[in-house]
Every structure is written in structure tokens, then in C-alpha cells.
């Protein structure tokens, strides 16, 4: 990810906060970073207690993300207005190098950490749908309309590829609002582990799409070589995906066999166990891989198996410690966002292009959600469909975040002037239409659909069932059907057989093979994973 454009993006931003401009005095720069950062810390800390106040008294209608968003825009609107220095306002611009390398890892490795297995897995053929079918329908889709939109003469109009480069970076979902008051109220926990699995998956995904969609635009690729590129990208999904496996499975033998679960071995033993994340991730990035995908399989594999290798103490820490850098992270981002989205300079000159964007990616949101759950509903047996109402419940969530507002900044450099400044405003607008008001009125969506508290009761008890008991996943009763719905029926017991099979293989060799408890003292595993935020 961006991995050729490390060296001159670490370089930029060396020349930008620990460079002193010409003129500029060291101690002069030194205040103004010390500035800087007090502003950042500032905010931080209103972030944080504001997000508690909120949470405290119930007030769903602006969530701790959208909170820590309207800070960095309010506290960015008065730098811009008032007579801010500019080596002070420099500390706050986003930088995609700063995003991808140092904020982004720990909240991805969080996501894997505190996954429950139990509802991943058991959704897994849903949440791999919608995350990567999913994703290419809504690029595609949002692709098309806006460049139809163009072409009819109702919007800006682009290229045809960079209408896709658009289609797969606004493609990007960050439900962390969402999410967060699906754990306050209280929803069914297939629902949130599709969600959650999916915004995951589908960064990886996106990021992919618009680095195959600028491959296309900067090489003029012919067909051939785009079916050559789709063929790269599962490489580099199934690479990515068997680096951060290995790195895991690496971390969890080192901890079993090294001996460090004794009192003064403590500070070593956490120490490792925080490097190991990082090692993944830029292990990936190095071999030209997805070390977004590649850090969330090591978050997934620790948590399984190095755990509880761990003494008792640094399980605790490391719990509380990676939840720690991952909330800071996740604060930061928005406010960071917020202050930079009123500091840059948008070109607001095409409204249209904005509003049509808006409407393609309601449009495109819709044809990803429903054709999934369709197709996902057409193998699943009756107790396992997905309902009517948590279809809507994932097409109101598709929030846009971070990762489409870094992939739209890095597109002003790798589209023609216009072009890039037009698609980062229209993402900044759809970024903070979707983080404040549909992030405000899912409490409100959440009770409509009536999917509030039900995520503990039978839903828990039978999704722990279809994925730990050989005979929890029924097929549907086929009667005197046609020869299809046999085959049907046969492939739906053997992909329950194969489900049960790598059960059993984890149970009984995996698990024993490495980690030193064996399976047998593992602690209860919560089923919704504890809050990002």
C-alpha cells in the first residue's frame, strides 16, 4: 500500500515539521511546534471527555466520532479565519504517509484483537461477499452514475477510469460510529459481526481497487492486462492474508517455548508482544502486500493462540494497551480530518458534482447490500437468512471515513489539476454528511427497524450452536425437490462438514500444537468484541 511512495512521503513530512523554513529561527519553530501539539492534545482531551459526557447521559444523536469531527472542524475554521501562524497550522495538515503508517496499523490489529472467532467465522461467507463482491458492485455502480451523470451534462464531468477511481475510494466504509452504538443499545450479533467484518475487509479491498483503477489510467491497460491486475489482487489478498496467519502463528511458538511468563521476564514479554503487530504489518507492506489485511489475520491469530501464552499480568496489559493506542488513534483521525477538511481548499464550485455523488452512493450502497444478502440468502437455510430488517440496518451503516478521505487526498497527486480537487471535495462533503447526520440518526434507525436488544438472547446461544456443534448448522428440509436442490442441499453439508472438520483440527492439534493450556482453560469468549472507542 503506497509502499514506493514511503521514502518521499517520510521525507515531505520531515521537511514540514522538523525542517525550519527559511527565515525561521529554531526556537521559533520549536514554539510553534510545541504549539502544535498542545492544540492536538487539547483537543484530544475535549474529545475524550465530551464522547464520556455524551455516552453518559444516552445522547445517540452525536456520537464520540462525529464529536471528535465537529472538534477539528470548528477548532480548523477558527485557525483559518483568525491570523494563525503557518508553521503552527502546518502540525495539523493530513498526511496519507502519517495516516497509512503510524495511526492506521494499531486500529486495524485492535479490529482483529478483539474479534470474538466465534460470529466472524460463522458469517464468514457473508462478511467475504460483502466485503469484496460487495465492494466491486458499489465501485462499479457509483462509477457508472457518475460518469453518466457527466456525460448528460448534470454534473462536472471525468474520465471514465478516474469516475472508477472515485467509484472504489468512496467506497471505503468507517462505521465506527455505527458500531459503537450497536454495542451501547444492544443489537443481534450476526448483524454486528457483519458489519464490523465487513468495513474491515472492505478497506483492503478499496485500497486495491484504486490502485488498480490508477494502474489502468496511467498505463492505458488493455483488457488482458485488467484480468492480469484482478489476478495480482487476489495475490496479494491471499499473501497478505498467509503472512499475518504466519507471522501469528510465529509469535505464538516463540511465546510458548521462550519461557517469559515469569515475574521479571514481564517487561520483555510485552514488549515482544506489541513489536510482533508492527512486524506484520510492515512485513507485508515490503513485500509490495496489503498490511492492512495482513495486520488484522495477526491481530485474529494472537488473540487465538499467542493469548494465552501470556502470563496473567501482561494479558491484562496488552489488552488494555493495544484498546488504549487504538481509541487515541481513532480520536485523532477524526479530529485530525475535521481540522484539516476546514483547512484545506476545496473547490466548491461544482456542487452537482457533490450532490449526484451523494445520490450515486445512496444507489450504489443499495445494489451492494441487497444482491449480497440475496445471493448469500440463496445458500443459507431458513434459521440463517439474513433478515429484511438487518439488510437496511448494513445499507444505513455504510458510513465514509478516514480511508476515503486519505485515498481522495492522495488522488489530487495522481489525478490532472480540477480533477483531484473536485473528487477530495466531494468526499469531504460525503464524509461529513454521513459522520454527522447518519452517524447521529442510527439510535433513532437502529429502534425502527426494531433490531435493538436482541443480541443476547437466542441469537447468541444458536450462533455459538452453527458454529461449534456438528449438528448446529440445519440445512433446509428439501422434501421431493428437483436435482438442484439436492446438489444444493449436499454442497450446504459439505461446506457444514469442512466448518466442522477445521473445528475439530483447531480443537484438537492447532490449538494444543500452540499454546501451552490446550485449549482447555481458554477464557469465555465475549461474542460482540469490546468497544474500538
Not at 486495524?108 to 458469517?123: D, E, H, R
Not at 486495491?208 to 488482458?224: D, E, I, P
Not at 441487497?370 to 439488510?391: D, E, G, T, W
Amino acid at each position: 500500500m503506497m509502499t514506493s511512495n514511503y521514502s518521499v512521503g517520510m521525507e515531505t513530512l520531515l521537511q514540514q515539521h522538523l525542517i525550519s523554513p527559511a527565515g525561521a529561527s529554531p526556537g521559533k519553530e520549536q514554539q510553534a511546534a510545541g504549539v502544535g501539539i498542545l492544540l492536538q492534545i487539547m483537543m484530544l482531551v475535549l474529545s475524550f471527555v465530551l464522547g464520556h459526557v455524551l455516552r453518559r447521559h444516552r445522547f445517540y444523536y452525536l456520537p464520540e466520532a462525529s464529536a471528535s469531527l465537529l472538534i477539528g472542524l470548528i477548532v480548523g475554521g477558527l485557525a483559518n479565519v483568525s491570523n494563525t501562524e503557518t508553521n503552527i497550522r502546518a502540525w495539523f495538515n493530513f498526511h496519507e504517509e502519517f495516516f497509512f503508517l503510524f495511526l492506521l496499523p494499531p486500529i486495524i490489529f485492535q479490529s482483529g484483537f478483539s474479534l470474538a472467532p466465534k460470529p466472524f467465522f460463522s458469517n464468514f461467507g457473508a462478511i467475504v461477499t460483502f466485503a469484496i463482491l460487495g465492494t466491486l458492485i458499489s465501485s462499479i455502480v457509483t462509477g457508472i452514475l457518475v460518469y453518466i451523470g457527466g456525460v448528460t451534462y448534470l454534473m462536472y464531468r471525468l474520465p471514465f477510469v478516474e469516475c472508477l477511481m472515485f467509484g472504489a475510494l468512496i467506497s471505503a466504509t468507517d462505521p465506527v460510529t455505527v458500531l459503537s452504538i450497536f454495542q451501547e443499545l444492544g443489537t443481534d450479533t450476526n448483524l454486528y459481526a457483519l458489519v464490523f467484518g465487513e468495513s474491515v475487509l472492505n478497506d483492503a479491498m478499496a485500497i486495491s481497487l484504486y490502485r488498480t483503477m490508477s494502474l489502468v489510467r496511467s498505463h492505458a491497460s488493455s483488457g488482458q492486462n485488467f484480468f492480469v491486475v484482478i489476478l495480482r489482487f487476489l495475490e496479494t489478498f491471499v499473501g497478505s492474508m498467509s503472512a499475518g496467519v504466519g507471522v501469528g502463528f510465529m509469535s505464538a511458538l516463540l511465546f510458548k517455548y521462550a519461557g517469559l511468563d515469569i515475574d521479571n521476564l514481564q517487561n520483555l514479554e510485552c514488549c515482544l508482544f506489541v513489536l510482533f503487530p508492527y512486524f506484520s504489518y510492515m512485513l507485508a507492506e515490503g513485500l509490495g502486500l496489503s498490511g492492512i489485511v495482513s495486520i488484522l489475520f495477526t491481530g485474529i491469530v494472537m488473540k487465538h493462540y499467542t493469548y494465552s501464552n501470556l502470563s496473567d499480568n501482561s494479558q491484562r496489559f496488552v489488552s488494555a494497551f493495544f484498546h488504549l493506542i487504538s481509541s487515541l488513534a481513532e480520536t485523532f483521525v477524526f479530529i485530525y480530518m475535521g481540522f484539516d477538511i476546514a483547512m484545506e481548499q476545496h473547490s466548491w464550485s461544482h456542487i452537482g458534482f457533490i450532490f449526484f455523488s451523494v445520490i450515486s452512493i445512496g444507489v450504489a450502497r443499495a445494489a451492494n447490500v441487497f444482491s449480497c444478502a440475496y445471493l448469500v440468502n440463496m445458500v443459507r437455510p431458513p434459521n440463517r437468512k439474513i433478515p429484511s430488517k438487518h439488510q437496511k440496518a448494513l445499507w444505513y451503516s455504510g458510513l465514509r471515513g478516514a480511508m476515503a478521505f486519505a485515498l481522495a487526498l492522495q488522488s489530487i497527486h495522481d489525478l490532472p489539476e480540477g480533477h483531484g480537487q473536485t473528487i477530495f471535495s466531494a468526499t469531504t462533503a460525503i464524509v461529513v454528511l454521513t459522520v454527522l447526520l447518519i452517524g447521529g440518526s442510527t439510535g433513532t434507525m437502529l429502534e425502527a427497524l426494531e433490531v435493538v436488544g436482541d443480541g443476547h438472547d437466542a441469537h447468541d446461544g444458536a450462533l455459538v450452536e452453527s458454529f461449534d456443534e456438528p449438528n448446529g448448522y440445519i440445512a433446509p428440509s428439501y422434501g421431493g425437490e428437483s436435482s438442484s436442490g439436492n446438489k444444493l442441499k449436499m454442497k450446504l453439508k459439505e461446506f457444514h462438514k469442512s466448518a466442522a472438520s477445521f473445528t475439530a483440527l483447531d480443537r484438537n492439534y492447532l490449538t494444543p500444537f500452540f499454546t501451552s493450556q490446550g485449549g482447555e482453560d481458554d477464557e469465555e469468549e465475549e461474542l460482540m468484541p469490546s468497544p474500538r472507542r
